[in-house]
């Protein structure tokens, strides 16, 4: 290592013709112990970033927010990929929202004016030709494929079972700190089903899901690193909570 910084002086000083002294050698070697505390510094600051970057992503994730929701139409569709679709399936189920809320109409009575209509539309349709000296025109019909209706049973029922079986895994398993939490989780959807009905509370989840996404995917640095301070307070609060009065309660026996 010495003999390095020697030559490294040597060579930095000039020719043979400069004059050397003990305060120029003593001036190179600081500066170069500068340069390469600097070099580190700048590498080791670079590294904690890109580190920092990859880790403080919300709930750990390593994928894009269109990868995560599927990557396709529906992710297009939540995440504004097309303007027009996007624009037109939220005022659609705005329409239906105001109709069923605000006009307070019930779906029996939309049912039957939507029958009507196509029957007068589709009466229409026929008898046009007759009316101007035309060949009878084929109607198209309207027909629902029965594998639409199966898969609808099929994917709400996995998940009713998957909501039940986990419940009952959280009662069943004497974890008292997870019971509780899900009992207040419970509660909770509880009081907020008194305030509004069932289809208010759809409404705002659908509202919800073609806006918070998009949001998200536009400002996500700015969300992930507010969301771990608000987690890291929670978890700060908790570990009182915890040490002061949960930690107290005996656990329970596991049963198989």
């Not at 329409?95 to 589709?122: D, H, K, P, S």
């Amino acid at each position: 290592m010495i003999h390095l910084i020697f030559c490294f002086v040597f060579c930095s000083t000039g020719t043979m013709s400069d004059k050397i002294t003990p305060e120029n050698i003593f001036n190179n070697i600081v500066e170069t112990l500068a340069e390469k505390q600097k070099s580190v510094s700048f590498f080791e600051e670079e590294k904690s970033n890109s580190v920092a970057t990859q880790f403080n992503r919300l709930f750990g994730r390593q994928k894009p927010v269109h990868h995560i929701l599927g990557g396709g139409k529906s992710a297009d569709c939540l995440l504004w990929r097309n303007k027009k679709i996007s624009a037109s399936v939220l005022t659609a189920a705005t329409i239906v929202w105001v109709l069923f809320e605000w006009l307070n109409y019930n779906f029996l009575t939309l049912l039957c004016f939507a029958l009507v209509l196509g029957m007068f539309v589709q009466f229409l349709w026929t008898n046009a030709s007759g009316l101007l000296n035309r060949n009878p025109s084929k109607v198209p019909r309207f027909v629902i494929p029965e594998d639409f209706f199966r898969n609808i049973a099929t994917i709400v029922g996995a998940e009713v079972n998957r909501g039940l079986r986990f419940l009952q895994d959280i009662a069943c398993g004497g974890n008292l700190k997870q019971f509780l939490i899900a009992v207040v989780s419970l509660l909770a959807g509880a009081v907020i089903g008194s305030w509004c009905n069932f289809l208010t509370v759809m409404y705002i989840g659908f509202v919800a899901a073609h806006t918070l996404p998009v949001m998200y995917e536009k400002h996500e640095d700015e969300v992930d690193n507010f969301v771990y301070k608000v987690l890291d307070q929670l978890q700060h609060n908790y570990r009182k909570v915890d040490a002061g009065f949960l930690s107290k309660i005996p656990k329970g026996k596991k049963h198989e």
